[in-house]
Every structure is written in structure tokens, then in C-alpha cells.
């Protein structure tokens, strides 16, 4: 220790006059000559160490080692680094300053990282040293008595001595295992007991043996190579074999061996160290190691370790790519550099989740929050940690963790987050997002403070939604959620809650009726009109409104459904305004409860009757059968419709009761027409509620053996189509348990539900019927007649019957023979009547004489109906814009209008072009338009002008127009010119 000291002195004051000669008093060079008094301090204090010998050994090379690494890289680095940047032609402070950033790259940390890592390695290293150093000194005492035992059993003769008897029992009580033999002849010439018993042989068994026969093949090459080196009489470090027990069993041993010469013979001693379980150990610690590396790298996570007590934050690799640097450019940094990236809202969380951590509160550091990526952009990340290291009195002086990207996770919680408070089509909040806010709102309001709830729901929307189609109805839906959107300040809240309502909430209201002059703004904004695929509609508003606080407590749903009973109170009261929910509306509601008794004692006493409107075969005439509808014979107001009451009981039991009576009456007149010969056929209306009971079939079949002179073939059921949505499967075993009996059913108003094609694959209806909103508008509405001709379509590949409802006109019925329909119903046929009227009329009907000369178009002639209705769509247009100039007025060019594109397709021309009569529609489709610019022109400049001549000139035209397209398609049909498909 001396001789270090002083070659360390002699040492430092070289290295130091080196440094002072090239460095002249830099401060640099001040501070180095301190760190060399204080080495030789500590190593003067570890000398003077009156403990244990071995400790202080293992101290002091620990001390000189970590002293070392850190001072030649660290403190004579910098200086060299310093002393070279003079030598280039820098000025001192540059050359420190570059020292100084060449040095945060250093080599000397990393080098002090691995022997953190590996320091309990090393401790365990010194320790096996020690044990060697004590085992090789145990030998060479173990020699020198062993000599001084040969000496006196040479002198003393047979007799054991005293030292021999100790010496042999020290060997055969040794707890490791003690073997002894030849170099040269290799084999046991001693082997103590516990080395017998470490391998399952008797003594005599080894003596036998040589080493060889100890080890399994693959290890015997290893071992002759040590006896081949240990010929030389060189002794080598210990070596870790394969050892075959006798039982087969194999062990781990580390075997320490040492050349002696037993009496002339050259021989090899060796100590067996059972180390399997050690191997074993440290074998699982190095998987766990690998498995943690594994988990850490599939999590995609970064690592890093905080020094408290300097406040440094080493950085590995993989938080360098996380953040978005490159490796050398993120290694050590200053903790608050680590802070200046967080989130400003997310620094309280960092700061309250690591104290509450280092306080012992928790168990590990854990938060969730926002980094700055190196692009600039907020990274989300889920930081833990635990304190890895503390000071002598308990504190913790270092933290290390990992990082993980949550950003992906973040978003699609957001995305879920969104879709759940939010309605798909609008974007607005949706009704479970508004009964939140609502909730929250409500217990917010405070002394003389008010909050009001206003329902909307847009008046005609059902109308509008089923006569232009359901995307045009979403697109009006969306048009008036961002007009109301637009109109929506703070802290007002607007939500979507379905279909075409919507509902504000107002907080904070001083007064409470401060309500009223935003919601009248809101409704003049909804009344604005708005301009959608090429039409301008115009909608209104119905509001109900309800305040809080109330005299009875009341929660969010309370207040939402006194709006919507408030918002009904205002579509009764003539739509486009808003109602306040009192005790009048209560009043209102008890109304109808006594309205629905008064049906139900209707029910009772036989205030109820059926008329029956007939089905025909269009083209003949045929009565098929007749549909029954129910009519209230009022005592005081006359006969009532079915919308008079009808409405009223829907979803509620009492739908049941007038279902049955309707189904009972109209089997009791069939049984009566029957009798009377009059055999035909009555279809009755199914309500959904009635549909859905599970007791329905069986009640009918009941009703059905109540009349046994009613075959079941004469009973049709008809149900709505959108009354088959509650529960699509209970529909369709209903449906096939009447046809089991023997009853047809009919899906009725067919097209205005939602899937109608699911329904009609799913529902074994024999029967389709046109919903009359189709059949009415389908002249001069080609969405309309393309609906209608769809519908046919389906029935045809399906295999179904259609039957068009609303035929009111003689045209109505001959296009619908034309696309292919072959039964109907309609005020042109009869208006429903009495059953006592049934008999009279059937004698006096006769089939219109167009019908009957009308046949059902090919396929090919399909777009030649198609194009006749464009036209009339056209004239219709072209009346509705002379009649009032504010509407859009026709597209006034004959090759741009839609019959116009219709005689210009390829199709067309083919199929057409060589008939005379098609050169004539051409000329008189082209004198159309030009006589209809004259008229345009004359509106434009006088809204008030009179056109109905020309106009009547005009229809005139159109008329004959439509007559030669008929004369053309027939006579195509009929000569076969050009029957190519169109």
C-alpha cells in the first residue's frame, strides 16, 4: 500500500506539471489536483483499515477501479481534449466548451453503466478469489503435513501417530468431494467418502475408475485435454464438466485441480463442487432477463433511469426513437429539459404521481400523459417507474421506468368516446350525451336560477322522408342540425336524440320565461328553405318546452319526456310553434285516456262496423276479394275514418281487442256471404302489437273453429311492413303457422319501411301490395313508376302476387297493367262500402275498356314507360313554374330535358330510328319546347301574365306527344322493328 502511494504521488505531480505547462492556471487544472489529494486521502483511510483484511481488499480494488475508469476518462480526458483544441487555434474558453460537449458523449459513462450492472458479478468474482486464495493456501498446508506425516510414519514405523489419525479425519470428513490420480496412467489412486457418496460408488469401485469414466462422451475430449496440459505440471483455473453419477443421473461440478507428486509418481489433485443448482439459478435468472428484454421490446417501450440527486435523466436508444431523435443526440439531460416536454395541463399529474411515489404512497410511479415529439407533435405516453436505489437514511436517489406509445389507444378511445355521446349522421351530442349534461345542469341550478328543456321534432318529416326517400331526408336532417348548430352559443347545448329531433337546453336563466325569444329564433331558422337535390323544401318546427326547478323533484328523463308530451301538445295546436309543459297539457293527457275509454266502450257495445273495398285483375275485371276496414258508428259525430281512432289505441292493448273484434266480424261476414252464395275472399288488417302477442295465432285459430261454415283459404291477413320490425322472427314463424292453416298473408304499403327486400326474402308473404304514396305519383313522378316497376320486379323473381293500393284514376290503372301489375284497388274501382252494398255492386261493375285492351309491356319497353313519365314529370314542372315563377322552372332544351336524353340513347336510336313514327316524335318533342320558350320568356318578365291559352295549346301537344310514343311502342311491339333489348 505504501509503494502504491507513493508511485501515485510521484504520478500525480508529473501529470500535473504536464497540464500546468500547457494549460498555464486554467481552474480545469485546480480541480484535478484536488481530485488527486482526495484519492490519496482514501486510499490512506482504506490502509489504515483495522477491519477485516479480506473486506478492505475488496474496497480498496473497488475504489481503484471505478477511481480509474472515471478519472483517465473522465477528468484526463477533458484536459487532453482541451490541450488539443489550443494545439488546433481555438481560444481556452472555446476549446473547454468543445471539451465539455465531446465529454456528454463520453465513453467514461457508458463504462461506468456496465459496472453498475455487473457489479454484483464482480463482488461475487472477488469472493470465488478469496475462496481459491483460501484453497490453495488449505492445500499447501495440506502438502507440508502431509510431508511431515510421511516423515514420522517413516521414523515412527506401522503405528498411526496422533497427526495422522487428525489428518484422516479431516479427509474423510471434508464436505466436498476429494480425489486423487495418476497424470500419466490416469486413474484414481484416493477418493475421500464424500466424493464415494457424491457419485453413488464404493472406494473400491473408484479406485477402478480413471476420469474418463466419469463424464459423458461429448466432455472426455475436454478432459484429456486438461491432462495433457496438466502434464506440464502447469495449474489451471478451475473447469465446469458433466458428471455421470452411477445411477446414470448427471450433475454439475466445478472441478479445481492441482499437480503434486505422490512419493515418485506425478499425480493430479482435485475438488468436486456440486454446482448444479447454482447453474441452474443463474441459467433462470439469465431467462428472466431475456423474458423482461422480450416484454419490454414487444411493448414497444423505452427505458430510462432518473438521477435525483443530480437530477439527470439517462435516456436509453429506444427513448431517443420514441421521441423522434436520433441515438446520440439523447442520452443524459437535465430532468427539467424533461419537464419543459410534458403537456402543461399534464405537469400537475407527473409532479403529484412521483411524489405520491417517493413518499411510499404507491407502490410504483404510473401516469398517463402528453410528450413533445421532436416534430413538434404531442405523443401520448403511459410512464411507470420505481425507485431502483436509496441513500443510507432512506432516500430515494434514483427512479427508473419505462415508456410506452399510447397514442394509437388514445385516439380510438376518443373515436369510441365520440361515437357513444355523439349521433352518426348530425355529429351532434346524442340523447345519452344530452341526459348527462342535463343531469349535471340540474344540480347546478341554485336560488333564483332556472333551466328550461326545448323538444323539436320537424313537421311533415315522416311525409317528406317517404315521398323523396330516406337520403333525401338525411340530408334535410343534417341541413337543419347545422343551421341550428350555427345558431347554438354558450352555455346553450343542442342534441340530436333521433329521427328529426332535437333538443336545447338552457342554464342559467334568470327569468323563466328568457326561453321564449331564443326559441322563436330557432324556429325561424328552421322555416327558412332549403335548396336540396335540385328542390327547395320548406319545414317547420313543433317545440315543447318544460322548466326546472319544479315543485315535485324531478330528474333528466322526467324533464325530457314533459318536453316531448309539451312538443305533442304544439303539433295538435297547428305545428310551427312552441308549448310550455303545464298542467293544461296534463289535462290534455287525460283526455286521451278518456278518449281511449270511450273506444273501448265502443268495443263493447257494438259501436264498430266493417266496410269492405274489392280487389280485381286489372286486365279482366275479376273480383278477387274484398279488404275490410273498420268504421266507429259515433252515437253523436257519425261515422268516423280509422284515423279518427285508429292513432290513438296504436301500441297499446286496446290495438288487440279492436284486432280480434275485426277479425271475428269479418269471418262472421263470410260465413253470411257464403250462405248467400257469394263465395269470396276478405283480407283483414294485422296491427303490430297484435302481430307480436304470442297468443295471436292461437286466438285466430280459435275464431276460425267458432265458424266452421269459413273454409281458411277465404281469410287473408295483411301486415304492415314496418309492423313486422319489433321482432322479425316471431313475424315469421307466425306467418308460416298460417299457412300451415291454410291463411294467405300480405305485406301491406310495401316499400316504405326500411328493408323491405330482408323482409321479403325472410316473410313467406303470397301478396305484395303497392303502397298507394307509390301508385299516386307514379304518372309523373319517375322515382315513383321506377319504384312501382321495382316492386313488380321483386314479386316476379320472388314468386310473389302484387296488388297496387290507390288506383283513383283510369290512367293509374292502365300504367300499372302496362309495368306488369295484375291486381289493384282504388277509388276508381269502388270506394269501400257497407257489406249490405256488396251484392249491388258486384252486379253493376264493369272493368274500364282501357284496361282491357291493355297488355303488359315487355321488358324492352319498360324505359319507353319510364321516358312517358319523365315527360309528364316535365309538363308537370313546366305548370307548377307558370303558375307560381318563384319555383325552378323545366329544362327548356330538347336534347337536355330527360325524354330528350331518353330518345339520344344508343338504345333508343336502334332500336327506333328506321320507324317513321319515331322521326314524328322527334319533330313534335322539338316543337314542344320551342312553343314553350315564348312562354318562359313572357313569365320572366311579368309573373302576373295570363299563359293559360298557351299553356292549354301546350298540353294539347303533349298530349298527342304521348299518344305517338304509345302508337311507336305498340307498333314496334307488334312489327318487331329492331327488337333489341333497351
Not at 349522421?425 to 340540474?442: F, H, K, M
Amino acid at each position: 500500500m505504501t509503494e502504491l502511494s507513493s508511485y501515485a504521488n510521484y504520478h500525480f505531480r508529473a501529470e500535473e506539471a504536464l497540464w500546468q505547462q500547457a494549460l498555464g492556471g486554467d481552474v480545469w487544472v485546480g480541480e484535478h489536483h484536488e481530485t488527486h489529494q482526495a484519492f490519496l486521502t482514501e486510499v490512506t483511510q482504506l490502509c489504515q483499515d483495522s477491519g477485516n483484511a479480506s473486506a478492505a481488499l475488496d474496497r480498496l480494488l473497488t475504489f481503484l477501479t471505478h477511481w480509474l475508469v472515471e478519472h483517465i476518462l473522465g477528468d484526463d480526458k477533458r484536459l487532453a481534449l482541451v490541450v488539443l483544441g489550443l494545439r488546433e487555434g481555438l481560444s481556452p474558453q472555446a476549446a473547454r466548451l468543445r471539451a465539455q460537449h465531446q465529454m456528454s458523449c463520453a465513453s467514461a459513462m457508458l463504462v461506468r453503466m456496465v459496472m453498475t450492472m455487473h457489479q454484483s458479478a464482480t463482488i461475487q468474482a472477488m469472493a470465488l478469489l478469496h475462496e481459491k486464495h483460501a484453497h490453495q493456501q488449505a492445500q499447501a498446508e495440506l502438502h507440508v503435513s502431509e510431508d511431515r506425516w510421511r516423515a514420522l510414519l517413516k521414523s515412527a514405523g506401522p503405528a498411526r501417530s496422533p497427526l495422522e489419525q487428525t489428518l484422516r479425519v479431516i479427509i474423510d470428513r471434508l464436505p466436498t468431494g476429494l480425489v486423487a490420480a495418476h497424470t500419466f496412467e490416469q486413474h484414481f489412486i484416493f477418493a475421500n467418502p464424500w466424493f464415494c457418496r457424491m457419485l453413488g460408488y464404493t472406494l473400491d469401485e473408484v479406485l477402478s475408475m480413471s476420469p474418463a469414466d466419469l463424464h459423458p462422451p461429448e466432455a472426455l475430449a475436454l478432459v484429456q485435454a486438461d491432462f495433457a496440459h496438466l502434464q506440464t505440471g502447469a495449474q489451471q483455473a478451475s473447469i465446469t464438466l458433466p458428471v455421470r453419477r452411477k445411477d446414470g443421473s448427471i450433475f454439475i461440478a466445478s472441478i479445481e485441480r492441482v499437480p503434486i507428486q505422490l512419493g515418485d509418481q506425478a499425480s493430479v489433485m482435485a475438488i468436486f463442487t456440486d454446482i448444479t443448482e447454482r447453474q441452474r439459478a443463474e441459467q433462470a435468472l439469465e431467462l428472466e432477463r431475456l423474458r423482461l428484454k422480450n416484454a419490454i421490446d414487444a411493448a414497444q417501450a423505452a427505458t430510462w433511469e432518473w438521477d435525483l440527486t443530480n437530477d439527470q435523466i439517462e435516456l436509453q436508444d429506444d427513448a431517443a426513437d420514441l421521441l423522434g431523435y436520433a441515438p446520440d443526440q439523447l442520452q443524459r439531460l437535465p430532468g427539467q429539459t424533461y419537464l419543459s416536454w410534458i403537456y402543461p395541463q399534464d405537469l400537475a399529474l407527473q409532479s403529484s404521481a412521483m411524489a405520491a411515489h417517493l413518499r411510499g404512497q404507491t407502490p410504483r410511479f404510473k401516469v398517463e400523459l402528453r410528450l413533445r415529439h421532436h416534430d413538434g407533435h404531442w405523443l401520448w405516453c403511459r410512464v411507470l417507474g420505481c425507485v431502483v436505489r436509496r441513500t443510507s437514511d432512506g432516500q430515494a436517489s434514483r427512479v427508473a421506468g419505462i415508456a410506452m406509445d399510447i397514442s394509437k389507444q388514445k385516439t380510438h378511445q376518443a373515436q369510441l368516446d365520440f361515437v357513444t355521446h355523439h349521433d352518426a349522421l348530425t355529429g351532434l351530442p346524442n340523447r345519452r350525451s344530452l341526459v348527462e349534461q342535463l343531469g349535471r345542469a340540474i344540480t347546478q341550478v341554485a336560488g333564483q336560477q332556472h333551466l328550461a328543456v326545448a323538444y323539436f321534432d320537424l313537421d311533415g318529416f315522416a311525409a317528406i322522408n317517404q315521398s323523396l326517400g330516406e337520403d333525401v331526408g338525411n340530408q334535410l336532417i343534417l341541413a337543419i342540425s347545422q343551421r341550428l348548430q350555427a345558431a347554438t352559443h354558450e352555455p346553450q347545448f343542442l342534441a340530436h336524440v333521433g329521427g328529426d329531433e332535437f333538443v336545447y337546453l338552457f342554464p342559467d336563466l334568470k327569468q323563466r320565461s328568457d326561453y321564449g325569444v331564443v326559441v322563436q329564433h330557432l324556429l325561424d331558422v328552421i322555416a327558412q328553405p332549403l335548396q336540396l337535390t335540385q328542390r327547395t323544401l320548406t319545414v317547420t318546427a313543433s317545440v315543447g318546452v318544460t322548466l326546472f326547478a319544479q315543485h315535485q323533484p324531478v330528474d333528466a328523463e322526467q324533464l325530457l319526456r314533459q318536453a316531448d308530451q309539451a312538443m305533442y301538445a304544439a303539433k295538435q295546436a297547428g305545428k310551427n310553434r312552441y308549448i310550455q309543459f303545464d298542467q293544461v297539457f296534463d289535462e290534455r293527457t287525460r283526455e286521451r285516456l278518456l278518449r281511449l275509454e270511450a273506444i273501448r266502450y265502443a268495443l263493447q257495445n257494438g259501436q264498430f262496423v266493417l266496410f269492405f273495398q274489392p280487389k280485381v285483375h286489372l286486365a279482366t275485371g275479376r273480383v278477387t276479394g274484398f279488404e275490410a276496414l273498420i268504421r266507429w258508428q259515433h252515437p253523436q259525430r257519425g261515422l268516423l275514418a280509422p284515423a279518427e281512432f285508429i292513432p290513438l289505441i296504436a301500441s297499446t292493448p286496446l290495438a288487440i281487442d279492436v284486432g280480434d273484434w275485426v277479425i271475428g266480424a269479418a269471418l262472421a261476414q263470410l260465413a253470411c256471404w257464403n250462405a248467400q252464395g257469394l263465395i269470396t275472399r276478405v283480407s283483414v288488417n294485422i296491427d303490430a302489437q297484435q302481430l307480436l302477442d304470442p297468443t295471436f295465432a292461437d286466438r285466430l285459430e280459435r275464431q276460425l273453429v267458432a265458424q266452421p261454415g269459413v273454409q281458411t283459404h277465404q281469410l287473408q291477413v295483411e301486415i304492415l311492413e314496418t309492423g313486422a320490425l319489433g321482432n322479425m322472427a316471431l313475424v315469421s314463424s307466425v306467418i308460416r303457422r298460417l299457412q300451415a292453416l291454410g291463411i294467405e298473408s300480405a305485406l301491406d304499403d310495401f316499400g316504405t319501411g326500411y328493408s323491405s327486400l330482408t323482409y321479403l326474402k325472410q316473410l313467406a308473404a303470397r301478396t305484395i301490395k303497392i303502397d298507394q304514396s307509390f301508385v299516386l305519383g307514379m304518372l309523373d313522378d319517375v322515382e315513383h313508376a321506377a319504384i312501382v316497376n321495382g316492386v313488380l320486379s321483386l314479386t316476379r323473381n320472388f314468386d310473389r302476387r302484387a296488388l297496387a293500393e290507390g288506383i283513383e284514376t283510369e290512367a293509374h290503372g292502365r300504367a300499372l297493367i302496362e309495368f306488369g301489375c295484375e291486381y289493384g284497388q282504388g277509388y276508381q274501382i269502388a270506394r269501400p262500402m257497407p257489406a249490405a252494398e256488396v251484392p249491388g255492386w258486384l252486379a253493376q261493375w264493369q272493368v274500364p275498356q282501357s284496361w282491357g285492351s291493355s297488355k303488359r309491356a315487355p321488358p324492352r319497353d319498360i324505359p319507353v314507360l319510364l321516358a312517358k313519365v319523365e315527360h309528364r314529370a316535365w309538363m308537370r314542372q313546366l305548370r307548377a313554374h307558370l303558375g307560381d315563377p318563384s319555383q325552378p322552372a323545366p329544362v327548356n332544351d330538347s336534347a337536355e330535358c330527360r325524354f330528350g336524353k331518353w330518345m339520344l340513347r344508343h338504345n333508343t336510336q336502334r332500336r327506333f330510328q328506321r320507324n317513321p313514327l319515331f322521326g314524328s316524335l322527334r319533330d313534335i318533342h322539338r316543337d314542344l319546347h320551342q312553343q314553350t320558350e315564348p312562354l318562359l320568356a313572357r313569365v320572366r318578365v311579368d309573373a302576373q301574365a295570363d299563359v293559360s291559352t298557351d299553356l292549354a295549346m301546350l298540353e294539347a301537344l303533349s298530349q298527342t306527344m304521348l299518344e305517338q310514343l304509345r302508337t311507336l311502342r305498340l307498333s314496334a311491339t307488334e312489327s318487331g322493328w329492331n327488337s333489341v333489348e333497351s
